[in-house]
């Protein structure tokens, strides 16, 4: 279920189907926005909160009552993070900030959230680090990187393996793995030959690679895949709720959304479901709602898991800052906690 806004608004919790700040234990869409991880936290900081709109075929921002903050006129654009926000005229990308000024021209190809006061970019086919000036402080010299800083480290790539620098480019983890993400409550999962492990942030294998799939930690449990099976881990690397689950999301807000007999519910962290699972999709909880599907339409229920917004939409999304981005009928809006709409459905 993808949709425009709803891409970039995936800070913390999306619409169902979309990448979270905890990735979904069944698939990974992607697009050309690519979403952070390492962000959740960031977003919380801000200190004007804008969210993306789509006008006319072209991007803007309001504001959480739905007045129009910065004019749709950028072709691409990320959400705000640390007070600036990716936006890409034709196919260059720079930077604004909260009062829609350009601080950064656009002059790269590509370029990712400002995460640690950094923010990676790429020129050609090679990436690199920036700072808020627009200054590249680690030269533009990676084959590739994972979003960006989170816990004084990046992932990087360098001839097809991964490995960890600081804030001053200096490699601190050596290039060794098959694949890295960001390090999230103090541990980072990596591929080593087909399987997945768990390191901390000297690089030492903490939790050995056993698994065929790990997310991250989020609420001090990992998600992890054995034998088609999903189940949950604790930073000892013990399993913690045994592998049963057909998917899974990530533990939030106490939480975790799984699927069991074809149907989605929710458990708590001793692995007791406390939410029945009936419904035909859902996501985790983001400021106290969760979306759901029931039949082809979804709505949001809250942690007792009452439908407090009936199910109405083609597609739901998490709460962020107080609005949620929908889909109705092929067209986009926000709506506040109360189900009010904030702004309009637009294409």
Do not use: C
């Not at 913390?12 to 189907?17: D, F, P, S």
């Not at 983890?173 to 993400?181: C, G, H």
């Not at 799984?258 to 458990?267: L, P, T």
């Amino acid at each position: 279920m993808k949709t425009a806004i709803a891409l970039i608004m995936s800070i913390t919790l999306v619409g169902i189907n979309l990448v979270t700040n905890q990735p979904r234990a069944n698939a990974f869409p992607t697009n050309k926005l690519l979403t952070q991880t390492s962000l959740a936290a960031n977003s919380k900081q801000e200190s004007a909160v804008l969210f993306p709109i789509l006008k006319n075929g072209k991007w803007g921002f309001i504001d959480q009552k739905g007045k129009v903050i910065v004019k749709p006129k950028y072709d691409e654009v990320r959400n705000f993070s640390e007070g600036l926000a990716a936006v890409k005229i034709g196919n260059k990308l720079g930077y604004i900030n909260t009062k829609g000024k350009q601080v950064i021209p656009t002059v790269f190809d590509e370029g990712y959230f400002f995460l640690e006061g950094l923010a990676g970019v790429r020129l050609g086919n090679k990436f690199g680090f920036i700072d808020k000036n627009g200054k590249t402080v680690i030269p533009i010299q990676f084959d590739e990187i994972w979003e960006g800083f989170s816990e004084g480290l990046a992932a990087v790539q360098i001839r097809g393996k991964w490995g960890y620098i600081d804030s001053t480019g200096k490699i601190v983890i050596p290039v060794q793995f098959d694949s890295t993400p960001t390090f999230t409550e103090g541990l980072a999962v990596v591929g080593v030959r087909g399987k997945f492990g768990y390191i901390d942030k000297t690089g030492k294998m903490v939790i050995p690679p056993q698994f065929d799939i790990g997310l991250f930690f989020v609420e001090g449990m990992a998600g992890v895949l054995i034998d088609g099976k999903w189940g949950y881990i604790d930073k000892t690397g013990q399993m913690v709720i045994e592998p049963k689950f057909k998917e899974t999301w990530g533990f939030s807000e106490g939480l975790a959304a799984v699927k069991m007999r074809g149907k989605w519910g929710f458990i708590d962290k001793t692995g007791n479901f406390v939410i029945e699972a009936k419904f035909d999709d859902a996501v985790g909880f983001s400021e106290g709602l969760a979306p759901v599907q029931l039949g082809n339409k979804q709505g949001y229920i809250d942690q007792r898991g009452k439908m407090v917004i009936p199910p109405q939409f083609d597609r739901a999304h998490g709460f962020i800052h107080g609005l949620a981005a929908v889909t109705l009928n092929g067209k986009e809006g926000y709506i506040d906690t109360l189900g009010n709409l904030v702004w309009k459905y637009s294409q």
